[in-house]
């Protein structure tokens, strides 16, 4: 901690790894790419906010939610929201019989704004209900399971099913929430444009920025004492409990982390993409995010960028050319990360990679790195668990 | 919101809104069954579970498709074979699928759930190539339609009647295997306490294998029976699978009387709301009410209490 930290950091393995994907995201992909498909990766880094969150609660926590759709919906519904708010002036929607109040209500007959949609009104309530609102519910959610020491596979079904519960709650609400088309034609943030190419540019790279507070918030989260606790109850929670830590605060803790990610990830997809519909919340999708940390790998935050990245682009060149075998391709996915490689691609990294890296790095003698980082607390479930890539250096 | 209705109305309402529930009451407790023996006795959640159960819907429907062009005298009993190829086609589709992943990944719950979502989107999508995305029906044999009145208000439609007592009946048929027979005798001590049951020389891996198969069987008989009532398409096993893990959780995951209480109870539920309330609140409302019994008692309605 004496000498200049920072530049110590980025100069170390970790640091790297850092960099590459800064250099991937920043600099790579913009001049590659043309406007159209970097919206697209944006759209993709989105999701990457909720993979982040998975790893956290499922790969370190070992709690699986197959609900965070439901946080990365509610984070978007309240962007959207307010974006809607700002498109229904009364000017713009003079030809409804109540001007002022967004289209879809119209048609549902409604008459006057819906009292929970009044404070949308105000952007730094919005900013403030993005993350508050999934936070919430994670709370909610968070104390009735975790105190009662629900856990495991009937964690991930009551998850589900909420999952289930709010997505039908959305479409059979029409008036209020927009129905199954969800809340579309969003136009403008604060009197700005989101639709041209310029603004969908500087989203992208917003969206970057974000990510990468969420990464370090993440990082910085799992190389405290914090994150060794939530990797030992993974492994041993009876033990982490008898040494007197409270098991369920730790838990609701890294679920509402994972739930604030995900509403991050959720507000800017509705920036990007420019609306926000319950296909993207419910049960189908909210499992897909746990494919996007699994196939990362499911204890590496950087995986989980990777993953989310990779997913979604073979998702969209399959729907482009093959529709019919994407689900084929999906579900070999499911079962393949599973059964062949339950580390992901971060666990292939580390060991078919990562050798050749500690070849190059002994012959620059740059740097004496430890050939393998420190093993994670004990052997779950028959399969080494891993932490991040890279050896642990405390700053 | 129940305004506006005579007393006797109300009692016709909840009669027929009963029946209706009834039938789904049959679904849900023949899907139920299978899935709570899986997860019971393997602690397995098999999200394809509802897959299965379309495999064997497909099954009736290609049963009842071959008996109209080829034995159409015999027509009247299809049925009855389409229900046993089913529980074989699926049994032994269950079997494989046991050998091939699940038995890998019995320590490793979380792993199974996803890897089995993995097995449905294949099958889903199989279903779509092979069948095509459209829903499709089968032809009723004539004595299964039309409806038996009770009261002027009140008839009870045959098709259904005839599933509830198909459901009862492999209610039955799992409580004599599991309580009354050898291999339940086995399922119970392999549940109760695995290391101890292969210290007595009980092949554990094979009654896994056995009772998944089962499992995946029955779910074929509910996809069956799920074709008297309703039309087949590729999702239509997802559109269940959420209400039946409440269901088996609701009930006590390894208590199969807990299991059709539970059934009970929620079918009955949302037919009855359904009728005062849109269909999607109902369902809602079902829902949060199930979830929130869930967390003031997480072990379920009726738990078996099993030392560790």
Same mark, same amino acid.
């Given at each position: 901690m004496k000498h200049s930290p920072l530049m110590k950091w980025f100069a170390s393995r970790e640091g790297m790894y850092y960099l590459a994907l800064a250099f991937l995201l920043v600099v790579l992909l913009p001049l590659v790419l043309e406007p159209f498909r970097l919206n697209m990766v944006g759209k993709y880094l989105t999701y990457a906010f909720v993979a982040i969150g998975l790893v956290m609660?499922? #790969?370190? &926590?070992?709690i699986l939610s197959l609900g965070q759709g439901v946080f990365f919906g509610l984070g978007g519904y309240c962007m959207a929201m307010f974006l809607k708010l700002e498109a229904s002036t009364p000017e713009a929607t &003079?030809?409804?019989?109540?001007? #002022?109040?967004?289209d879809f209500m119209d048609w549902n007959q409604l008459t006057e704004l819906p009292w929970f949609w009044?404070?949308?009104?105000s952007f730094s309530f919005t900013l403030l209900a993005v993350i508050g609102v999934p936070v919430l519910l994670a709370f909610v959610i968070g104390i009735a399971m975790f105190t009662r020491r629900v856990g495991g596979v009937y964690f991930a079904i009551i998850t589900q099913a909420i999952a289930a519960v709010l997505t039908i709650l959305i479409i059979g609400q029409q008036g209020y929430t927009?129905?199954?088309?969800?809340?579309?034609?969003l136009q403008t943030l604060m009197g700005w444009d989101i639709r041209t190419d310029e603004a969908r540019n500087i989203l992208y790279f917003i969206c970057v920025g974000m990510l990468f507070l969420c990464l370090f918030a993440a990082r910085f989260v799992q190389n405290r004492k914090l994150g060794r606790i939530l990797v030992a109850m993974n492994a041993q929670e009876m033990r982490v409990r008898f040494s007197g830590y409270d098991v369920a605060a730790f838990k609701i803790f890294v679920f509402c982390l994972a739930a604030a990610f995900a509403g991050i990830g959720g507000a800017l997809f509705t920036l990007l993409v420019g609306f926000m519909s319950p296909s993207f919340i419910g049960i189908v999708a909210s499992i897909e995010m746990v494919i996007f940390c699994a196939l990362g790998g499911r204890l590496s935050i950087l995986g989980a960028v990777y993953g989310a990245l990779l997913v979604n682009a073979a998702k969209s060149g399959f729907s482009e050319s093959f529709p019919e075998l994407w689900p084929f391709a999906m579900g070999a996915l499911f079962i393949g990360v599973v059964l062949a490689f339950p580390d992901g691609l971060a666990g292939l990294y580390k060991s078919y990679v990562m050798p050749l890296e500690n070849k190059v790095f002994k012959r620059n003698k740059s740097e004496a790195v430890p050939a393998v980082s420190t093993p994670a607390a004990g052997t779950t479930d028959g399969y080494s668990p891993m932490t991040e890539t890279y050896s642990p250096e405390k700053s | 919101m129940f305004d506006g209705y005579t007393s006797s109305e109300l009692m016709s309402i909840f009669a027929m809104q009963g029946f209706a529930g009834l039938s789904l009451f049959s679904v849900f407790v023949l899907m139920a069954l299978g899935l709570a023996i899986i997860f019971g006795q393997m602690g397995v959640i098999n999200m394809a579970h509802g897959e299965f159960m379309i495999l064997g819907a497909y099954t009736t429907y290609l049963t009842s498709g071959f008996f109209q062009s080829y034995l159409p005298g015999l027509f009247g009993g299809y049925f009855f074979i389409a229900m046993i190829l089913a529980f074989l086609i699926c049994g032994a589709l269950g079997a494989l699928v046991e050998w091939l992943m699940i038995r890998h990944l019995y320590h490793r719950p979380l792993d199974t759930l996803l890897a089995t979502w993995g097995l449905s989107l294949i099958m889903q999508q199989a279903y779509r190539s092979i069948f095509g995305a459209r829903e499709v029906g089968v032809d009723l044999p004539e004595w299964m339609m039309g409806a038996i009145p009770v009261t002027e208000m009140v008839d009870l439609p045959i098709n259904g009647l005839f599933v509830m007592v198909i459901a009862l009946s492999v209610a039955v048929g799992v409580y004599l295997l599991m309580y009354r027979s050898g291999y339940g005798k086995k399922v119970r001590a392999v549940v109760q306490n695995r290391p101890m049951a292969e210290a007595v020389g009980i092949n554990s891996a094979g009654i896994d294998r056995a009772t998944f198969a089962l499992g995946c069987g029955i779910a074929g008989i509910a996809g069956a029976a799920f074709t008297m009532i309703g039309s087949t398409g590729p999702s239509s096993g997802q559109a269940y699978i959420v209400d039946t893990f409440l269901v088996v959780v609701f009930g006590g995951a390894q208590s199969l009387i807990g299991t059709i209480v539970s059934a009970f109870g929620i079918s009955q539920a949302q037919s009855t709301m359904e009728f005062f309330l849109s269909g999607s609140m109902a369902k809602v409302l079902t829902l949060l009410v199930v979830i929130g019994i869930l967390m003031i008692?997480?072990?379920?309605?009726m738990a078996l209490k099993v030392r560790r």
């Open positions: 609660c499922w #790969g370190k &926590a070992g &003079a030809i409804q019989s109540t001007p #002022g109040i967004p009044e404070p949308f009104h927009g129905g199954v088309n969800g809340i579309t034609d | 008692r997480p072990e379920g309605l």
